[in-house]
């Protein structure tokens, strides 16, 4: 089925309507551990789940682990449950959406990682509803757990995306400020990588350059001034910027980004923004023997110089110097050296662990080990 979304102020409410359809006889209910009460859905869902059976799992990381994915299966299995709602950031739905596709294509998870066995069934029905505003989880068919430190993908185009999204805003009123910040750049972040991806095309694009736009005049206040309205452009922006990457993919700053929230626990989307401005320039200097993109290098420039436009900048280093100017304001730090990533060996396991080959291939321009201490550097 083609996904059905839900978005505005109580849409939570539609989840009835949806139960109602469906008549599940036991719910796998995923959530953070402390989000689900903090941001009212747990109230809110509790009244629309009186009279069903739910099996409440919250026992993972904030960057789930695939034994921790395992045995939520285990859960799943042993409660014959034939529904899921997922309720959160990225890391429950990523959670809600691996076992429903794990449940239903027997083996072992890590032969679908390696691509050994391929995914060929879907999962049961799945209610995807977001409590911050930065993964874009609820738009997009991927999934992203760490087994140990390494950072594993699993999705399928057709199967793997939430059946239904309800994007209600109000959920995210009571994220802190530092959450607000790292989800904002997050949806900033994978808006830019889309625009700019090898892989894009006009819809994406257009998705893309709205939640840029959003997110560049909302951002501030939804951290510093919180206002209805701005969570409501942040939930629109870091939607669009899910949507976005679902066509395109991610690029560059994400695979960048990994390391250093595995090794330094530094939460994603702030690891993401930090190599964002270094990155936009990076990307304008691409010259013939380093040109990833094949609509050429005059696509590139032009592709680079509109995204500095959308962010209010009349050229690519201004643009750089107001997204880091903008990580400043929201409270993000913008130096490795401020988040205590200090030394040699620190930056050899980002330069060593940052370079998946997926994602590294999706930027326009090649990203070298040699290219990447420069922007290590630029960013020490």
Known sequence: MKQKEFFGKDSIYKLKEILDEHKPKSIFLVTGKSSYEKSGASGKLGEMLKGYNAIHFTDFNPNPKLEEIENG???????KCDFLIAVGGGSPIDVAKSVSILDANPGDAVDYINKKRKIEKKGKILVAIPTTSGS??????????????????????????????IVDPVLTDSLPKYQTACTGMDALGQAIESYWCVDSTEESKNYAAEAIKLAMEFLEEAVNNPSYKAREAMAKSA?????????????????VAYPITSYFGIPHGHAVGLTIPSMLVHNYRVNEGELLDKRGISYVKKTIEEISSLV?????????????????RIGLKIRLSELDIKTESDREI????GFNPGRVK????????????????EID
């Open 136 to 165: 874009g989880s609820e738009a997009t068919y991927f999934i992203v757990f760490y087994k140990g430190k390494t950072k594993c993908s699993l999705g399928h185009e057709e199967f793997t995306l939430p059946d239904y999204a």
């Open 350 to 353: 980002i330069l060593k662990n």
């Open 239 to 255: 939607n669009l910027a899910g949507k976005a990457i679902n066509i395109s993919r991610t690029t560059a700053c994400h695979a």
């Open 312 to 328: 209010g900048a009349k050229t690519v280093d201004e643009a750089a110097k107001k997204i880091n100017e903008l990580m400043s």
């Open 73 to 79: 299966l285990n859960i799943f299995r042993e409660n």
């Open 362 to 377: 999706n930027n326009p321009r090649v990203l070298t080990e040699e290219a990447l201490r420069v922007i290590i550097s």
